[in-house]
């Protein structure tokens, strides 16, 4: 969107930016370098799995100390539509539009992460896989053409503060929907959250006692639904929330954030720092290193 974000702030407008922000990461440094420090009042990012309930409680959760300090994480975003071998090629699998799966799911998984645990990465390992490196073209099926992205990417990182865990973005997890999976565990508790079961956090709290017949120990589910603060009131707290009010809250964000002066939140130059650690993935993937079995 490096065309699209210059020509609005151009002509003074704000910009609502789908990820990645960029095609590549010398397209969001351009952008960078044009904009300075204007591109974070420039406008927001689309990272709407910060805006459910109960992504953001496990966010606060970990804030007020809930988990205790952070010892890792598993988290997965994956969908199946690359299975079938003779699917046509889409453009979210071509690289001149800067995607494959990395970017166009791992940069949601990347952010929930490191943005419920306000941290950032120190290392990164990684790999990658096209499980069908031909496909047939979506303009001709009968002319096969490469595809020259990702299906799946297994990321390791370890985190400024220890932390270390797996990050998973697949479009070749068979029989997976729309599955957005987040662990988090602490020296005092745990977290879990699934996006196809959006309107709980379950939450693990190492102070319940174990007896033998059980006690009080075990993950507690957390009843988030649609509790926004005010002034949301409608749909009511208690209904169930799903995919789309994810999207309208983190509209309704940029939105209110103009009208009130206030910074985007996650701004522009969230979209830069993300295009950064995709990258980080990318080289670690090609390097490789490995030990190598007889």
């Given amino acids: ?12 407008k704000p910009v609502y930016c789908d990820k990645p922000l960029t095609g590549n990461l010398a397209q969001a440094e351009e952008l960078l370098s044009s904009l300075g420090p204007q591109l974070s009042a420039s406008g927001q990012m689309v990272f709407h799995n910060r805006f459910f309930p109960a992504t953001m409680r496990a966010r606060q959760m970990v804030a007020e100390g809930s988990l205790g300090e952070i ?12 299975v079938p071998e003779g699917k046509p090629l889409a453009w979210k699998d ?19 992460v490191l943005w419920i645990c306000d941290d950032e990465p120190a290392e990164i390992l990684a790999r990658q896989r096209t499980l069908h490196p031909k496909r047939p073209s979506r303009e001709d099926p009968s002319r096969i053409v490469e595809q020259d992205t990702d299906d799946q990417t ?15 973005a697949s479009k070749i ?9 987040l662990e988090i565990e602490g020296t005092r508790g745990a977290l879990r959250f699934s996006l196809m079961d959006p309107n709980y956090l379950d939450h693990f709290d190492m ?14 589910r957390i009843h988030c639904v649609q509790r926004f603060d005010p002034p949301a009131v409608f749909p009511a707290p208690k ?17 209110s954030a103009l009208h009130e002066g206030r910074p985007f939140e996650p701004s ?12 980080a993935v990318e080289t670690a993937a090609r390097n490789r290193p490995a030990a190598a079995l007889d």
């Fill in 1 to 12: 969107h490096l065309e699209a974000v210059l020509a609005a702030h151009r002509a003074g």
């Fill in 71 to 82: 010892i890792g994480f598993r988290a997965a975003y994956l969908h199946s539509g690359n």
């Fill in 94 to 112: 071509m690289k001149q539009f800067g995607a494959g799966v990395l970017y166009d799911l791992g940069s949601h998984i990347l952010d929930l």
């Fill in 154 to 168: 297994v990321i390791l990182l370890t985190l400024e503060s220890g932390a270390v865990g797996s990050i998973e």
């Fill in 173 to 181: 997890a068979t029989g997976a929907q729309d599955e957005l999976r």
């Fill in 207 to 220: 102070s319940r006692k174990e007896t033998p017949l059980g006690g009080t120990a075990g993950f507690t």
């Fill in 239 to 255: 209904s169930s929330i799903g995919w789309l009010r994810g999207h309208l809250h983190c509209l309704y964000s940029f939105i």
């Fill in 268 to 279: 522009l130059m969230r979209g830069v720092q993300i295009e950064r650690w995709l990258h």
